[in-house]
């Protein structure tokens, strides 16, 4: 055995073969600390990342609640420095614009699967709550889609006539609303139900429709009309 061959480092042929099992399984049938080092290879190129994997994992629960943490909790972590948070970040954004990118432009309503997919992507792992409006014109085809209001990590302040009046703004004949709970159960409240109430009221005679107001969490997802309750 050669000298170079003596200081090459243990974990290097863990890198070859992970990636070789990634590239002839795909990521599906890897396990989330998998996938993860498989990121950090190309942040951390000189370390062994599988104790740090396991420990982001552990600590935030999955691969993508730990993709989608803040830059701050991310940066309490020992040995996560401020180039892996960006890559972590990069890789959050690019979801994001996938599954957005599988909504755009569609009627909305015919390919329902790909909006619940885009908003959990963008949403079921926020740590505070947000309301997400997606604003729909008379064929259904996706308008804007824009946070309208951002709150505390149970509550977001909702003001009616701010969301009508965006919508008569875009001519928008239909409105999805959109919020997350941080706590994971995407059960609604009452006061997600009165809110929803009152919005559709104000919209109908104004010749806006809502479709639909839909809870994302980390458990799921819950639509208000699928349950008739407004």
């Not at 970040?89 to 329902?112: D, H, T």
């Not at 009152?198 to 479709?211: F, M, N, R, T, W």
């Amino acid at each position: 055995m050669s000298a170079l061959e003596d200081e090459t480092p243990h974990y290097y042929g863990h890198r070859d073969r992970l990636r070789a099992r990634f590239g002839e399984v795909g990521g599906d049938a890897l396990p989330d600390y998998e996938l993860l080092e498989l990121v950090l290879f190309r942040s951390i190129p000189r370390r062994d990342v599988k104790p740090l994997a396991k420990e982001l994992i552990r600590r935030f629960g999955g691969f993508a609640e730990t993709i989608t943490a803040s830059r701050k909790r991310l940066g309490e972590i020992p040995g996560l420095g401020e180039a892996t948070i960006t890559d972590f970040k990069i890789i959050e954004a690019s979801a994001r614009r996938l599954a957005k990118g599988a909504v755009a432009k569609r009627p909305v309503l015919s390919s329902w699967s790909a909006v619940i997919t885009y908003c959990r992507t963008a949403m079921a792992f926020a740590e505070k709550e947000q309301l997400r409006l997606l604003f729909l014109d008379k064929r259904n085809a996706l308008i804007a889609d824009e946070v309208q209001q951002s709150g505390t990590v149970d509550h977001t302040p909702v003001y009616t006539r701010e969301v009508v009046k965006r919508a008569l703004e875009l001519s928008a004949t239909a409105i999805i609303l959109v919020h997350n709970h941080p706590s994971g159960d995407p059960t609604p409240s009452q006061a997600d139900i009165r809110m929803t109430k009152e919005i559709a009221d104000v919209a109908k005679p104004l010749g806006i429709a809502v479709h639909d107001h839909i809870i994302v969490g980390r458990e799921g997802h819950v639509s208000l009309k699928g349950l008739k309750l407004f």
